[in-house]
């Protein structure tokens, strides 16, 4: 039972970094109607540059993180200015493939960085666990949940209040509506890209901090896909609630194991969302779009 | 617009419809085959195995192009369906004794069917939905191919014998090319002529506007389901290749990131077209040649930069040409073929 309750604690705080990694995805989405690939790389990057600037470089934690995120926005910048703006209007398959591309670029430039190996990250929040109730917490995780948790109100507002989180979600329904209401579309997309490649340094540091730097960290960029389609591609509250929700499943997963062999946590997100998009095909949260023709 | 050449006329719809429409092209696609064929007998065995890769390739992307070319149903999963092919062709020749060429075909219509069980949210869903289900597809089934110790060998894989039919065994590379280079001709003449057909133009309708196609009258469910299935029929042949060239199967060969370059591959060949997968497999498939034969010269150079360098390379040289191209000629190599082919039939005249 205590293990079941541990399973299910620790898939709430796992859960909160995908929904940390997956909310920089639904944010590009929100503004440019582009499902990006790339938040892994994002992610790796962070973990990079901030093991970078604390180990070999040695600097202030403080400086040297800020720095690192100052990296990963500047990332998202060049990312959107020399790739994304050029396929404007094009494809959806163009999109793909392409966010698909710029993550194998970060991949190899993270292979280039670090190598093949494990890097421990030179800073612990805290090592200490907390014991409530025999339910082990690692303080490290519930306040990588906390972060999450702020930046989702913050963003949840953010679009519903703020002009320029409205002219986001104006310049996700039509280009050329913004551009005449006099929005800069081509700033809205620049904003939203930076924004979603500090989400995604945020998650890489706090990840880094909890496993370690290592160029697989990117793989999940692929379960915070998952998370966003489950939750419904625009949905930021669903993206919270989805999150946790995967997490606790893979974690519970590990009871399956003994049937199949184990390593069932690895697909286990992808057989719910297959079971989840027959049943509801625009997730769980996501707006039913009626065609016209 | 494909041009004729001046003074080519067509008197009746029949020569319109031809695939090729003058002399000149038959002759050359003549001279094409034949020096495909008698390849074998002047040229290394280094040459042969690299046309022969590029052969088993431009099935698997043949496919991908039906159904994401034509069809416009993106699939992120062609990968994994090809080492089902592989593993089924195998599993049904050593281990149920089937003949070579039935064990083939059964495997290739399973594979097809496998992959409508995965194509079903297609029905549903399209877009990114779409292509997040087949990228779905396409880790679980790698995780069956690792788990499934019993039929598919888990991570050992499994080693294949060679391909026997009426008792001749392609054990020779070079019988081993021509095994593929016949399949490959049968299987790209197959995809020209189902793009000629109802099934090929309703693909085409669906890929333009499904919504549209469905008020035409064209059933938008089930030729989105066909377009599955046929595209992994062509991955289950192209699988079964793989495995009797290759003689060993196992799950690293037919991972997510050799579908995302089975799809650059279309998109640099050029989707919409069946010359596309043919110019796009050559020509990834040459570069991956180029910077295997570099990597260890620069890597001599700077021994600094360690040996997870040519991983990085071959990663990064795909990844700036996919968005080179996609950029800068998204219709890919085919349609700069198409120009060049149009500027020489026009010559004196630029209309």
Sequence with gaps: ???????????????????????????????????????????????????????????????????????????????NRLALRPIIGEPLMTSILITIALSWLFDSLSIIAIGGKQRAFPIQISNSQLNIAGINLSVTMLLCFLIAFALFIFFILFYRYHRVGLAMRGTAEDHEVMQNLGIRVKNMLDYSWMIAALCGGVSGILLASIISVNINLSSIGLTALVVVLVAGLESIPGVLIVGPMIGILENLAVYLDPYVGGGSREVIPFIILLIILLIKPYGLFGLKRIERI | MDWLPCGAYIDAYGKDMRVFRTWPQRIALMLFLIVLFTLPLYSSRYILSVIAMIGILVIAVQGLGILTGFAGQISIGQAAFVGVGAYLSVIFNYRLGMPFVPAVLLASISTGFIGLIFGLP?????????????????????????????????????????????????????????????????????????????????????????????????????????????????????????????????????????????????????????????????????????????????????????????????????????ILFLIFESRGINHMWVILKNRFRLYPFTY
């Excluded at chain 1, 909160?16 to 790339?38: D, E, H, N, P, R």
């Excluded at chain 2, 990663?315 to 996919?322: E, K, N, T």
């Design chain 2, 122 to 322: 297609a029905m549903r869903v399209k877009g990114f939905y779409l292509a997040m289900t087949t990228l779905a597809a396409q880790l679980i089934l790698v995780w069956l191919f690792l788990h499934m110790r019993g039929l598919t060998g888990g991570t050992n894989g499994l080693f294949v014998e060679p391909a026997s039919i009426f008792g001749y065994k392609f054990v020779s590379y070079q019988s081993k090319y021509l095994l593929v280079m016949v399949v490959t001709a049968i299987m790209v003449f197959l995809a020209k002529n189902l793009m000629r057909t109802r099934t090929g133009r309703a693909f085409v309708a669906i890929r333009d506007n499904d919504l549209a196609a469905d008020v035409m009258g064209i059933n938008q469910n089930y030729y989105k389901l066909v377009a599955f299935f046929i595209a992994n029929f062509f991955a289950g042949v192209s699988g079964a290749m793989w495995a009797y060239y290759v003689n060993f199967i196992n799950a690293d060969q037919f991972l997510l990131h050799d579908s995302i370059l089975y799809l650059g591959m279309l998109i640099i060949g050029g989707m919409g077209s069946i010359m596309g997968p043919i110019f796009g497999v050559s020509f990834l498939k040459i570069l991956e040649e180029i910077t295997i034969y570099v990597a260890p010269i620069i890597s001599e150079i700077y021994p600094e930069i360690g040996s997870q360098f040519f991983a990085a390379l071959s990663l990064a040289v795909f990844a700036i040409v996919i």
């Design chain 1, 1 to 79: 039972m205590l293990d079941f309750l541990n399973a299910i604690v620790g898939g709430i705080l796992l859960g909160g970094i995908y929904s940390l990694v997956a909310l920089g995805i639904v944010i590009i989405y929100k503004s440019s109607k582009i499902l990006s690939f790339t938040q892994g790389g994002f992610l790796v990057m962070g973990a990079i540059t901030g093991w970078a600037m604390l180990g070999p470089f040695g600097l202030h934690p403080f400086i040297g993180i800020t720095l690192a995120l100052a990296i990963c926005t500047f990332f998202g910048y060049i990312v």
